[in-house]
């Protein structure tokens, strides 16, 4: 018995000294976890909005990176439809756009055409890969709107947490010359061609981000930065989009729940957007107890409220 407890107590050491040497152990957990979550949410009352929802999907390659995956939603149109380019949540080590298909299927029944985008997941791939991937993302289909059925002066970008930052990262790169030359990416689609951006449950200030206090926080920037002490990584002001967001920001629909740890990154977020004089669409909760992917349970009150909300911002947007 206490040769047991000896190996026992010899492997928890182990363990603890290979975590705190890499990060490798802790996002492939938090991979197998996600990988075991078929759907992260729940489409509620709108099952039937999506039966002639049509898929496709195809690969984009990115020089010096993996190709990114595409997956398309739209229903049958004799017009162009508006573009929504939609992020995937997970920490930026963790998730898939399978995830969300039912989100973003729900969203192109209103009339859009929308991509569900896997990018290269840290550490394997740490920043900036994710983001170079979606700048060719855009790039490709702003390039070959035509051959999808896409109005291209007719853009949105969006996503959820880890999606989020990414998006008001794009929101950045579109909008300001200067930080995408910064950040090394050359964009195609004119500024004035993006009309919005939807920011749920999102991460925008590096600055502070450690006072949210939100779990394996520093394992997950550990991992995308490839730093452990991600506050010394010499690139981590290029991830607090609230730095680049100039008069040029795109109009942003922004929401968090009211229970996230992550609620003041969305009311900071606001304060910028404020300040640059950018119209903005919050949708905040009080006494309501709602978590961080609330958006995604429509079996519940709260996120048909803000879904309906959404779509109202969509359809203002591209009209």
């Not at 182990?14 to 975590?19: E, G, P, Q, R, S």
């Amino acid at each position: 018995m206490k040769k047991k407890l000896v190996i026992f107590l010899i492997f928890l050491v182990c363990l603890v000294v290979i975590d705190g040497i890499t990060v490798v152990p802790f996002a492939t957990s938090v991979k197998v976890l996600m990988k075991s979550v078929k759907k992260q949410g729940d489409i509620g009352p709108y099952q039937d909005h999506i039966q002639d929802v049509r898929q496709t999907k195809f690969h984009i390659e990115v020089e010096n990176y993996p190709d990114a995956s595409v997956t398309l939603y739209s229903k049958e149109s004799d017009h162009p439809l508006p573009l929504i380019v939609y992020i995937h949540g997970g920490g930026w080590v963790a998730g898939d756009a399978s995830s969300v298909a039912f989100f973003g299927k729900l969203l192109s029944s209103n009339g859009y055409v929308v991509a569900n985008v896997d990018y290269a997941l840290a550490p394997k791939y740490p920043y900036p890969s994710a983001i170079v991937q979606l700048v060719e993302v855009l790039n490709y289909l702003y390039e070959h709107a035509d051959q999808y059925g896409i109005d291209v002066t007719n853009v949105i970008i969006g996503g959820h947490s880890a999606g989020a930052h990414l998006s008001s990262q794009l929101g950045g790169l579109v909008t300001n010359s200067s930080y995408a030359e910064k950040v090394g990416v050359s964009v195609s689609l004119p500024a004035e061609n993006l009309k919005g951006l939807l920011l749920l449950s999102g991460v925008y200030n590096m600055d502070t981000i450690s006072d949210c206090r939100f779990p394996f926080l520093k394992k997950y920037l550990w991992a995308y930065t490839g730093t452990k002490q991600y506050q010394s990584y010499p690139r981590i002001d290029e991830l607090s989009t609230i730095r680049y967001v100039t008069s040029e920001y795109p109009s942003t629909f922004i929401t968090v729940g009211d229970i996230d740890p992550l609620a003041s990154q969305t009311e900071e977020m606001m304060k910028v957007l404020e300040d640059n004089h950018i119209e903005y669409v919050p949708f905040l909760w009080e006494n309501s107890n709602l978590y961080h992917d609330y958006i995604y349970h429509l079996n519940t009150h709260e996120a048909r409220k803000v879904y309906q909300s959404i779509v109202s911002f969509l359809e203002k947007q591209t009209s």
